[in-house]
């Protein structure tokens, strides 16, 4: 019997609930697979690199090949170094050493939206991306996107070129064609004219577009962004009459309720929103948070309290803390829940805080700013001011209406500043066959995708990282974007763009920035303003000054709740990893695990256990998805924590003209988006076909065979007795307890110690790692058999039933065990220890047996099964960190503790005769980590903050009965439930299952 | 029954099995020398270069300080290969019309980079550090040799590893003050054993099982 007749509909959902109930002696599961022990899961426990069975290789073939090795091993050593040369500087650029990275304060705009970063840069080629510690969105922390978006500047994918309906075409003949139609355009003073941009808050771009519009008074400027903000702007003129921009101080905050609003995964605070909402969790002044959310999310993983809940029961519970709360006068029903959090929110007055997310209706987030206002929230905890994005409020209204000109022929000519229109595009809107009408259409865009091909014009575009420009951060704190690198395709930015519909269509992207700014820096000397503003990483003062704001008295009156959906709800979010589609030709993304279904290569639709097993679904069936009459055709997920009778699709796959990465991946959900139904809609049909998909997971790869390895606690607990957190675990052999050699003490120790309170499982450090660490990409077929290179995964850990299970990430990089088994087995000494405690991997001595791995107890060294670096492409080369060795076939590797910025820092200390500082060195993962969860430093110093870290008595080891002395750590979790709630749905789970 | 071998055949295979013992040894000696020969080293072959620049010239009878050119040998890993205007300091106002020097006024006009040919090659997998070593009292010509000899620079050591090693066990045995990390032709003032261990002390040196640590050198 195959697996998939044994998995086949139905009862092994039910199997998997009998199975957790009788769950023994651990409380935590990883995926239903494991719970069920299906073939593919025991297959990935036992053999972790799984070895194709056909590999199309006879015994005979083997034999050969294995005996012309021997005879050939050795020859290898006989190459003699080829010639190299050396190009050095015709004349030194200024500050430039050969060698020694430089760092440049810029910004990566993700949604409209500024996070600063700074970009390392080595001789003028940008290798990896940092926190910017003065920008107030980063505060040195930096998520996936700005992580990721470095490697799609070399994307050899990209346009490279400037080109009318397929021909190469000159600059200039661009901008010749462009005074033609502005000619054309003038007697109707640019009736025709349409601008469309993504979310634009750069004052430049914003005074250039304005710029355009007083010429042609008729002109009309469209912003679209498929994951944009309308709802929040909406939901604030429902509540104050105006579009105002909330601002969240989550530090502030000791109660938060979270109606669907994802702020620790997404949205424009992001990494700043984490690294507030993180200090508040570690044990200290803990602050609470409920969630109520449809699917799960990171910060539902987070909280003390989530209900998985459908659109509609969102709205009526928002409604209900409302009431209880007094902020709105009504009689509704109350349940224990709604009342527990209504008390909670009441007790913390000023510093309590309710938020809505983009996906809720607008009278979701008005009843949040009327509970805020209600209990003197407002002006603590929320802060408002004018919207920090130009351009039209209701963007879906204002593209609605272009799609609607385009159609009767009003427009002749259409400008597409970046952006996909074609692709993201509410599919009622048939935006691609609408454009059709227009005369002219022009597309700016890093790639030649489904909407340049649709344009007579394509100007390739220049990336962030290599155009001037400006942006605002969530509180509207001005960074200018500087260059770090000539734009390597000659691609253009959307100012000189924009520029071409000035009088000055030749200006540089620098002159238009620069010029726009003139004046306006703070300080007396503009020219220090400017080069101030450049090193800082943003303009001072630039943040919007908070409005206060009102709510109507009468805006109850307006907000009804919507009736209840029988039947499926359609619920459609951006993707985790790949955003809306932009991010869709990246490899490092794509191969990057989703936080919570740990997927990768591919979307699917997310089904709760119960509903599954309704519909008689399972994970990897292919199911027809109908809203409205359209259809996609949709893997299934079974997602534990969703809300029952919803269904989630991420949109951002199924891309055609994406790049090689990106083709072919995923299915297209916006195909099910319409304009009435951007985030949810109701009156799904989901239609099992007989087809099954295979989908590249890593949720059950590299398991800990039947044990808890997260610890956590609440902090009532925890703060009664702290020894709770060492007795969840066994007992640990005593230093002296082993047969291993002592090994000799160095000047100093490593340690990492990884805080699992503060964790929120966002991936950050997972893609720092793999830009800073050199790592490639393997693809999905590699990744479906556990050959995945990245060298920290987090694993994701539920606690409880199928239907609501709490969750808890744990991010595992190699332990650097003290008594590392990895070491006694290799045959060839390819793997030592240091005198300072790094488990040290030599590449050149690996000749691949993978028996380190085989004894590694956390399975965190990976294989090079195949040469899995691209060799070959150039480009692909620039990207690269040149302090890290580039690995080729055969070899093992794994977490090295980033010992290249341990050796720089050594090397700045001894230069100095000091030793090394405390928090001199900061490895990759560290810094990106918006939550501040990992502290590497000397463990040997006792001051050091690793050392104090490791001294809480939440510090555990993972698998410390082994006696591997591991010199990573973690800091249990806590948790801080609401006592009048609690226990948790445990419990309850075991009554209702 | 007539024997079909001849005695002598005894003494023939007695030679021939233990020949192939010597030969195989012979072998193996044979591809060893060859490993640590100046064919696959490189030690002590002369390049040549696009521009005949003597150091022999420069340093020794001019007494140019090598950081004129090389600057970042105290501070970052490459020691840094001089870039044409450092040539053209000089040589705007002398030898302006020397047809030795045409390669490097060529790159002066056009703005491209004069191609030298990498004397010292470590592989990729090997993260050497100049600035470390200067600080620590290395001198150039320890691993450089006598440069202010020079007239074409050649590889003064085999640059394998046995070599790196030899000094990281024990760098008590080339150690110099750092004062005198520049100069050529040093002579220590004493006996080295004694000056060296007292600058590993002075400098801060560690421990040679430290320095002997793998991610030392490879990352």
């Not at chain 1, 651990?26 to 995926?31: A, C, H, K």
């Not at chain 1, 000109?405 to 009622?428: H, Q």
């Amino acid at each position: 019997m195959s697996e998939s007749e044994k998995r086949a509909a139905g009862p092994s959902i039910a199997e998997a609930r009998t199975r957790l109930g009788a769950l023994e002696g651990r409380e935590y599961w990883r995926s239903l697979e494991e719970l069920l022990e299906t073939e593919d899961f025991r297959e990935h426990l036992h053999r972790e690199f799984r070895v194709p069975i056909d590999s199309g290789v006879n015994r005979r073939e083997i034999l050969t090949l294995m005996g012309a090795s021997i005879a050939l091993a050795g020859l290898t050593g006989c190459t003699r170094q080829p010639t190299e040369k050396i190009f050095p500087y015709v004349t030194p650029p200024e500050e430039l050493v050969p060698g020694v990275p430089l760092f440049y304060a810029t910004a990566h705009v993700h949604g409209g939206y500024a996070r600063g970063i700074l970009a390392k840069s080595y001789e003028g080629r940008p290798i990896k991306i940092e926190g910017n510690e003065l920008h107030p969105a980063s505060l040195g922390g930096t998520d996936v996107f700005a992580q990721g978006f470095l490697l799609n500047m070399y994307d050899p994918d990209r346009s490279q070129t400037l080109t009318e309906r397929g021909r190469i075409r000159p600059w200039s003949s661009f901008l010749a064609a462009v005074r033609l139609a502005l000619e054309k355009e003038r007697p109707a003073r640019g009736a025709g004219l349409r601008f469309l941009t993504g979310t634009v808050t750069s004052p430049t771009l914003q005074k250039q577009i304005a710029g355009v519009l007083t010429e042609f008074p008729e002109a009309k400027w469209v912003a679209w962004e498929p994951a944009g903000r309308d709802n929040v702007y909406e939901g604030a003129r429902l509540a104050f009459g105006e579009a105002v921009e909330p601002r969240h101080a989550f530090g502030a905050a000791d109660v938060i309720l979270s109606l669907e609003a994802d702020f620790l995964g997404s949205g424009p605070a992001m990494p700043r929103a984490v690294r507030d909402f993180a200090s508040r969790r570690r044990g200290e002044n803990p602050n609470r948070l409920y969630v109520v959310e449809a699917t799960p999310s990171l910060t539902g993983a987070r909280a003390d309290h989530r209900r998985p809940m459908s659109p509609a029961e969102i709205e009526a519970f928002a409604r209900a803390v409302a009431v209880a709360t007094g902020a709105i006068a009504s009689a509704a029903p109350t349940d224990p829940f709604v009342e527990a959090v209504a008390a909670d929110l009441k007790a913390h007055r000023g510093s309590g805080l309710v938020l809505a997310g983009e996906s809720q209706p607008p009278p979701v987030h008005a009843l949040a700013h009327a509970i805020n206002q209600a209990l003197g929230n407002s002006g603590k905890t929320v802060t408002y001011s004018e919207p920090v994005a130009g351009g039209p409020v209701n963007q879906a209204a204002a593209l609605g209406e272009l799609a609607r000109d385009m159609e009767l022929g009003r427009v002749s000519t259409l400008v597409i500043v970046d952006g996909n229109p074609v692709f993201n595009a509410p599919a009622d809107l048939q935006f691609g066959k609408a454009m059709g009408n227009v005369g002219l259409r022009i597309h700016l865009g890093l790639y030649d995708d489904e909407t340049s091909r649709l344009c007579h014009w394509h100007v390739a575009a220049a990336h962030p990282l290599e155009a001037w420009s400006d942006a605002r951060a969530y509180d509207g704190t001005v960074t200018i974007l500087q260059p770090l690198i000539a734009p390597l395709f000659g691609g253009k930015s959307s100012h000189e763009l924009l520029a071409a519909f000035s009088n000055q269509p030749e200006k540089s992207g620098h002159d238009l920035v620069k010029e726009a700014w003139s004046g306006k820096l703070p300080g007396a000397d503009p020219d220090l303003a400017w080069r101030r503003a450049l090193h800082d990483g943003l303009v001072e003062g630039s943040a919007l000054p908070a409005k206060a704001v009102r709510v109507r008295p009468d805006f109850t009156s307006e907000a009804r709740p919507a009736a209840p959906d029988a039947g499926l709800t359609l619920l459609l979010r951006p993707d985790p990893t790949i955003w809306d589609g932009t991010y869709a030709n990246n490899g490092w993304l794509q191969e990057l695990a989703k936080p919570l279904t740990k997927l990768t290569w591919d979307n699917a639709a997310l089904v709760a256990p119960a509903t599954a097993q309704k519909l008689g679904l399972t994970t990897e069936d292919v199911v027809e998805l109908s809203v409205g009459g359209r259809k996609v055709a949709a893997p299934v997920w079974v997602m534990p924590g969703q809300a029952e009778n919803c269904v989630t699709v991420h949109f951002g796959y199924g891309r055609t003209r994406g790049g090689r990465v990106a083709n072919g991946k995923g299915f297209d959900a916006y195909g099910l988006r319409t304009s009435t139904g951007l985030w949810a809609a109701s009156g799904l049909a989901v239609d099992k076909t007989l087809r099954r998909a295979a989908l590249a997971t890593t949720q059950h790869q590299y398991a800990m065979e039947g044990r808890d390895p997260v610890r956590a606690v609440t902090v009532d607990a925890y703060r009664k007795d702290p020894g709770v957190v060492a007795r969840l675990g066994e007992a640990v052999p005593g230093p002296t307890d082993t047969l291993y050699p002592k090994l000799p003490t160095g000047s100093y120790a490593w340690g990492l110690s990884i805080d699992l309170a503060s964790c929120v499982g966002c991936n950050a450090c997972v893609i720092a790692c793999q830009s800073e660490n050199n790592i490639p990409v393997v693809g999905k077929d590699q990744v479906a058999r556990g050959r995945a290179l990245q060298w920290i995964r987090i694993d994701r850990y539920y606690k409880g039933g199928l239907d609501d299970p709490e969750t808890v990430h744990q991010p595992v990089t190699c332990m650097h065990c003290e008594n590392a088994p990895c070491e006694v087995v290799c045959p060839v000494n390819a793997t030592v220890h240091s005198a300072e405690g790094l488990n040290q991997m030599v590449y050149n001595r690996c000749v691949g047996t993978r028996y380190c791995s085989n004894n590694c107890p956390y399975k965190v060294r990976r294989f090079n099964f195949f040469l899995y670096t691209d060799y070959t492409t150039e480009i692909l080369k620039l990207v690269r960190n040149p302090d890290v060795t580039v690995r080729s076939r055969g070899v093992m590797e794994k977490c090295s503790y980033c010992v290249q910025r341990i050796n720089r820092a050594r090397y700045d200390a001894e230069r100095e005769n000091r030793p090394i500082r405390d928090g001199e060195i900061v490895t990759a993962c560290q810094q990106a980590c918006p939550a501040e969860a990992i502290v590497f430093g000397n463990v040997s110093d006792p001051e050091a903050r690793v050392s104090k870290a490791k001294a809480q008595p939440r510090d555990y080891g993972l698998l410390t009965e082994l006696g591997t002395r591991p010199r990573t750590t973690y800091l249990a979790s806590l948790s801080n439930p609401n006592p009048t709630l609690a226990p948790a749905s445990r419990a309850e789970e075991k009554k209702n299952g | 029954m007539a024997q079909i071998f001849h005695r002598s055949t005894n003494t023939i295979s007695r030679v021939s099995v233990f020949g192939a013992v010597f030969f195989v040894a012979a072998l193996g000696w044979l591809f060893d020398a060859l490993n640590r020969s100046p064919y696959t080293t490189q030690q002590g072959v002369a390049r040549v270069q696009p521009v005949q620049f003597s150091h022999q010239h420069h340093v020794g009878a001019m007494g140019i300080d090598c950081r004129y050119c090389h600057t970042s040998v105290e501070k970052a890993a490459y020691a840094n290969i001089p870039p044409t205007k450092t040539c053209m300091n000089c040589h705007s106002q002398i030898w302006t019309q020397s047809p030795e020097l045409e390669p490097v006024r060529e790159s002066w006009r056009s703005g491209r980079s004069i191609e030298w040919v990498k004397v010292y090659d470590l592989p990729d997998y090997v993260y050497f550090n100049h600035s470390i070593h200067v600080a620590k009292g290395v001198g150039c010509e320890t691993c450089h040799g006598r440069i202010d000899k020079m007239p074409l620079v050649s590889q003064h050591p085999t640059l394998q590893m046995s070599w790196c090693l030899d000094c990281h066990r024990a760098p008590e045995k080339y150690l110099r003050p750092r004062e005198d990390v520049f100069t050529m032709g040093y002579v220590p003032a004493g006996a080295q054993q004694e000056i060296g261990e007292r600058l590993r002390a002075e400098y801060r040196i560690r421990p040679s099982f430290e320095l002997t640590d793998c991610t030392t050198c490879h990352r």
